[in-house]
């Protein structure tokens, strides 16, 4: 198996598959494919782990079913492209070698990964870490491809060093970094700041992976352009959850 990211501004990854070998991404990743690769659509792959799996990688942000590309009786070609303007980061997995990325960013990878939910420290992670902020993660065995939004800035944490992160900007990390949310300091702060509540504490030792455009600033850049009725339901949901998210502060 070969392969080659082609393109700068919205790159694609392009595959040469020798006869059987296959790559696995969630549905509808597909951007082309030759004649030869063979299609295979379900809700587990190779290393699903069953019903448990499934539950896991749709709790972690991916969608309910995965597609398999193989290339069955001849070599064939397979590609998936971002889906935004942004990088292709690869990643070797393996046992102590897992990574956990933004809940988009998983592009794909070989047949024995598996892709689950991150499992944040605290309530406040799952859900006051931004827009839906979740964390996915993935394992098993093999190279995975990672789809980063925007310029990536790579920062290599020495033991017990901490950066403190907008969520929107976290795009991967080892599991070998802390990560932990916390409070921005100051109610000012936190209250005329525009900066949100929370930031992403993310502590060494390991290389951690940030994305300059997240996908939740982009959607609000791009919001005035949008039909009056769509800007009217988006501004509705927004106060909505902060009622929501004011609830659950509370509790």
Known sequence: ??????????PVLEFALDRNDAIISEAGELSWMSASIQM?????HGGGGGLFGVIKRVAGG?????????AVGTPGEVAFATRVPGHIVPVEV???HEYLVHRHGFLCATAAIELGVGFQQSL?????GGDGFLLQKISGQGIAWLELSGEVIVKDLAPGETLRVHPGHVGAFPSSVAFQIQRVPGLKNMIFGGDGIFLAALTGPGRIWLQ???????AHQLQEYMPAQ???QAAEGGVVGGIVGSI???I
């Not at 991916?62 to 193989?70: A, V």
């Open 40 to 44: 295979t659509t379900h809700t587990q």
């Open 94 to 96: 393996g046992p102590g």
């Open 62 to 70: 991916g969608s309910l079913f995965m597609t398999e590309y193989r």
């Open 1 to 10: 198996m070969q392969n080659r990211i082609l393109g700068t501004t919205m």
């Open 230 to 232: 769509r800007r009217e």
């Open 212 to 218: 300059t455009l997240p996908i939740s600033r982009l």
């Open 124 to 128: 406040g992670a799952g859900i006051f």
């Open 248 to 250: 659950l502060k509370g």
